[in-house]
């Protein structure tokens, strides 16, 4: 039979192109499809407390965002999940709380990845065709690629720089509110509050000092509010307000001391305030100029960017969406719990985790002697904070003010729609047992569901994962949780968790002996039958940070002098990150326990020429601020 070759050529020839041009239309009618612009306007360092939106008697006045919020919704109850910049912008890059990664301190020492094959969230929207811009704040504690995440990410960055009709995805930041515009005065400005008509938090002296810092930073405040209205001007001149969508919050709580680095309500509850565009009305779940109770966090915000785009939320993030299409009002205003945490603050180390359901907050100190004002360089650096501390070195300070500087008490329960800033702790009010046992499970349920990575010391937790933190955590779950069991015999009458605190105290593993004597150390002189134990510890463990929370407990015990002890240990340091970890405990035992330190013992010591964290330690210890060039 013959075959007509050229023919059949042709044919195929003819259907190729057939094909090819066909593929051709449904990709540009794909790429035409309308999608929203999306715009995210955030500020720093401000807790929705300074919003007159949110607080009418006492807040900034800030007409703009209040017009944003006439023509969009106001989330009532907003949380940054951390109190910290790089650790909040870690929540939201990532959509993962941060103890489940290893993403939860502030400043990373090592960056840590995502989970599995999680990208950040602005890689989808660039993927499905967003111009994706970021001007200009990243600050992320993971292995960031920026160039699939950001089309552009520079001070110079814009969304006009993409092409005609492609929608767009943009972030300017604003740090005109940053803490640090508080170390100095307002130059060549004047406050528009006046000092004597601000209204003090109750945990805070009343002095000249504090009140000028509030006039100031209410005055910051405002001025952030003009350049908003800046550039919103700009999107309705250029013809774009009725297709973008415009998020507005601050990156986390702050700024006036026991805010910002603290796991506090003042610190976490930011304003969140979305306008919504008249052509994508249809996304959202309330009406324009609404108000919404339910509670949304900082791992919402990628999946609710992504919903908004018609992209579908990695299964690997823990947020859920709170705008888009099938978010419904009332899915929305059923969530009642927000979670929190802070870890370290540059070199100072803590260990708290917040959980708000409802109206209630409840907080978890895993360290509780490592009380709220131990010294931060940076947080020193506002006069406030440096005056708060002289007050409370000369008893100066009420009850309420001086609590910052006690050690605290494990966990802490405060009803938020009477008591806002949290200073009357309900914990130990028999009328709210029943409360404070469904919090404490809560909380236990939480850490152990992550898994917390958090209780492992920095140091052995970034030795032993290399970075993977959530590998490392799916690999020790078994093993945080009896970590937490441990730590929660501090909430137990010691007669209760004396057996336990002793089974432990001899166990094999390093960590659970860690956390043994971090919790005989909550305990005090109630633990006293472990001082011997504790004296074995501190001389012939083999593990250098067992010897330290050992001498730690007895020092703070004034049983032995701890120092001898520790000294040796940071001599046998190769690890800075673990050496800055030691140095917390020096300055909590000097500070809060009165233990003697002499900074002689610096001069020639290997330890005291790391980098790092530890200048700012050793420059505190031997008379200094901690700030260090």
Known sequence: MEVNITKNRSLGSFMTKYIMIFLGIIAVVFADQKRPNIVWLTTEDNSANWYRLYNPEHGAPMPNIEKLAKNGIVFNHAYSNAPVCSAARSTIISGCYGPRTGAQYHRKQQVVQMPGDLKPYPAYLKEAGYYTSNNYKTDYNYEVNMKEAWNESSKKASYRKRKPGQPFFHVQNYTQTHESKLFGNIKGRVNIIDPDKVDLFPYHPDTPTFRQKYAQYLTMMTEVDKLIGQFVNQLEKEGLLDDTFIFHYGDHGGVLPGGKGYAHNDGLQVAMVVYVPKNWQHLVPSQRGSRMNGFVEFVDLGPTVLKLAGIETPEEMDGK???????????????????????RFDEKYDMVRFLRKGKF??????????????????RYKQPAFIEWRDLANSGKLNSSQGQFYDARPPE????????????????????????????RL??????????????????????????????????????????????????MPFSQARADIKKALDSEVAVERYWALITCSTFGSQAQEYYKQAKDLAHKDSDRLVRVRAAEFLGLCKVIDPMPIIYKALDECSDDVEANLILNSVVMLRDGAGVKVDPAEFKSAKWSRFKGLVPHRVAYLGGGSGSVK
Do not use: C
């Open 442 to 491: 809560s909380m236990q349920s939480k850490v152990k569901s992550l898994p917390d990575v958090g209780f492992y010391p920095e140091s052995e937790f970034l030795n032993k994962s290399g970075g993977n933190g959530y590998e490392f955590g799916q690999n020790h779950k078994k093993q945080i949780a009896k970590l937490i069991d441990i730590a929660d015999l501090q909430l």
């Open 412 to 439: 802490m329960l405060f009803d938020l729609s009477k008591d806002p800033h949290e200073v009357n702790n309900l914990a130990n009010h028999p009328e709210y047992e029943q409360l404070l046992k469904e919090m």
């Open 321 to 343: 969406a709170f705008l888009g299409e099938g978010v419904s009002k009332e899915s929305v205003n059923e969530r009642d719990t927000a979670f929190g945490y802070a870890d």
């Open 361 to 378: 907050s409840y907080w978890r100190s895993y360290q509780p002697f490592n009380f709220d004002g131990l010294h931060n360089f940076y």
